[in-house]
C-alpha cells in the first residue's frame, strides 16, 4: 500500500496551506524490499553513509527481513534498558555518531523511543533520516516534534520528519502485543485531545482545522473497527492500524504541532514520566495516555451533566497554584521550568463571560465523545491499559493527578479550564 502523501496537501477550508515534509510512505509487507531497491538505484541511491539507528530489541526484530540492507549501512545499536527520549539518550547517539562523521542519511529502525531521538538528533545535525518502524506502538512516525524528557521537565522540541516511511506488516505485526495495545491506546486518546481542541476554539477563538479534526476521526474509526483482529495477528487490521498511526501522525505534521494528537490525555502520561508525584512506572506510554483517556472522559462527563442540568457556573479565574507547583515541581528542581513553560498562563485567554456563554457547547462536544463505559469497553477489545493498578499506582494519585497535569504543557484543555467551573461531582 502507498499512501498518496500529496493530498494533504491541498488547499485548505481552514485557510491555511499544510505542508507535508514526508515525500512517501510504503505500507506493506513488501515495503523493506522497496527500501533496498531506493537505496540501491531510486531516490535514497544518492546517500552513501546511511547508518541504521536501533537498539537491540529492534534490531532483533527487523535485520532477518532487513539483512541485505544492514550489509550497505553502518548502524548504531543502543541498549534497550532504561532507553528513553531523553539528555542521555540523545548524547548515546550523538557519541555514536562522533565515529561516522560522514553519515548522511539516518534510518530510525524501531518504535517511539527510536524515532524521537532519531527526528531529533537529524533535526540538530541537518541529517534527513527514513522511518523503519518495527512496531505500530504510537502515532509520531511522521511528526515534526520530538517529544524529550530534558533536565527532567517533559517537553516538545523541534525536530526532523522522515522523508519517507517504510513501514513493513512482516516485521511489526510480529512485535509483542503490548506495543500494538499501546499504539491502539495512543491513537484512542484522541477522544479526548480532539474534545479540549474544540472546546479552546470555542472559548478562546484558538486556530482549528475542520478537516484535520476529520483525520482523527477517520483514524480513530480505523482503528476501533480492526481491534477485535488485532489480537487474532490478522495481517490486515495490522495494516489498518499502523495506517491510522501515520495518518494521525501526518495530521499533526499538517499543524505544525501535536495539537489534534494530545491534550489532557497526555498531560496524565507526561506527568507520571516526569515523576513528580510518583516513582518510576514501568509502563508504555501509549498505556498511560490510555488510562489518561479514562480520567478525563469521566472528568468531561460530569461537567456536561452538571451544565445541561444547570448546575455548573463560572468562577474569575485566581491564577496558577504557585504553591502547590513550588510543593511538588519544585522538589524536583523544575519550579522555575514549569512557570517557564505556562508563560503566558493560556488560561489569561479564557474570558469568564464567553466561558459562561459557552457552556452549551462545551457540553455538546463532550456528547460527541464516547462514554466513559463505552470507552472501557473499547479498551477492553483491544487488551489496552484502563487502570492506574495496572501500572503499579493506587487510586489516591489520580486527585493530584488532575489537578497537577495541565502544568506539564502550556496547552489549553477543559481540564485545565475546569479551574474556572463550579461544577456538581455526581
Not at 545499536?77 to 539516518?106: C, S
Not at 474534545?195 to 474509526?221: F, N, P, Q, S
Not at 494519585?397 to 495541565?406: D, E, G
Request: proline share 4%; glycine share 6%.
Amino acid at each position: 500500500m502507498e499512501i498518496d502523501v500529496k493530498k494533504f496537501s491541498k488547499p485548505c477550508s481552514c485557510g491555511k496551506i499544510h505542508h507535508i515534509q514526508v515525500k512517501d510512505i510504503i505500507l506493506g509487507k513488501e515495503a523493506t524490499d522497496s527500501l533496498l531497491e531506493s537505496l540501491k538505484t531510486g531516490d535514497l541511491a544518492g546517500y552513501h553513509h546511511p547508518v541504521i539507528i536501533c537498539d537491540e530489541n529492534t534490531k532483533s526484530a527487523a535485520v532477518k527481513k532487513m539483512d541485505e540492507i544492514w550489509k550497505i549501512c553502518g548502524e548504531i545499536v543502543l541498549p534497550p534498558y532504561h532507553l528513553h527520549a531523553d539528555n542521555r539518550g540523545v548524547d548515546l547517539v550523538l557519541q555514536a555518531l562522533k565515529k561516522r562523521e560522514e553519515t548522511d542519511l539516518i534510518l530510525a529502525v524501531g518504535s517511539g523511543t527510536i524515532h524521537d531521538l532519531s527526528r531529533y538528533v537529524a533535526y540538530e545535525k541537518g541529517i534527513p533520516f527514513v522511518s523503519v518502524p518495527t512496531a505500530a506502538s504510537v502515532d509520531g512516525f511522521v511528526s515534526t516534534v520530538a517529544a524529550m524528557t530534558w533536565n527532567g521537565m517533559k517537553k516538545t522540541l523541534p525536530a526532523a520528519a522522515p522523508i519517507y516511511v517504510f513501514a513493513d506488516t512482516e516485521i511489526f505485526s510480529r512485535a509483542p502485543y503490548r506495543l500494538t495495545a499501546s499504539g491502539a491506546s495512543d491513537l484512542l486518546g484522541k477522544y479526548v485531545a480532539l474534545a479540549d481542541w474544540k472546546i479552546a476554539h470555542e472559548v478562546t477563538g484558538e486556530y482549528i482545522c475542520d478537516r484535520v479534526c476529520e483525520m482523527e476521526m477517520e483514524a480513530l474509526r480505523e482503528v476501533c473497527q480492526c481491534l477485535d483482529y488485532l489480537r487474532k495477528g490478522d495481517t490486515d487490521a495490522y495494516e489498518k492500524l499502523m495506517y491510522a498511526l501515520l495518518l494521525s501522525g501526518l495530521a499533526m505534521q499538517m499543524i505544525g504541532n501535536s495539537r489534534p494528537a494530545s491534550c489532557a490525555e497526555h498531560h496524565v502520561s507526561h506527568l507520571w514520566e516526569m515523576e513528580i508525584i510518583n516513582d518510576y512506572v514501568d509502563a508504555l506510554h501509549g498505556e498511560k495516555v490510555s488510562i489518561g483517556l479514562v480520567l478525563n472522559t469521566e472528568i468531561y462527563e460530569k461537567i456536561s451533566q452538571s451544565i445541561r442540568g444547570g448546575n455548573c457556573r463560572v468562577k474569575p479565574y485566581e491564577g496558577m497554584e504557585d504553591e502547590l507547583i513550588r510543593s511538588t515541581f519544585g522538589k524536583k528542581g523544575l519550579y522555575d521550568s514549569t512557570i517557564l513553560e505556562n508563560t503566558p498562563d493560556p488560561m489569561l485567554a479564557v474570558d469568564p463571560k464567553r466561558l459562561e456563554q459557552c457552556l452549551p457547547k462545551i457540553a455538546e462536544i463532550i456528547d460527541e465523545m464516547p462514554k466513559k463505559e463505552e470507552i472501557l469497553q473499547i479498551l477492553e477489545r483491544g487488551g489496552c491499559v484502563k487502570t492506574v493498578e495496572e501500572i503499579g499506582l493506587t487510586k489516591e494519585i489520580i486527585p493530584l493527578t488532575m489537578q497537577l497535569s495541565p502544568y506539564v504543557r502550556n496547552r489549553l484543555s477543559l481540564n485545565r479550564i475546569r479551574k474556572m467551573l463550579i461544577y456538581t461531582e455526581n
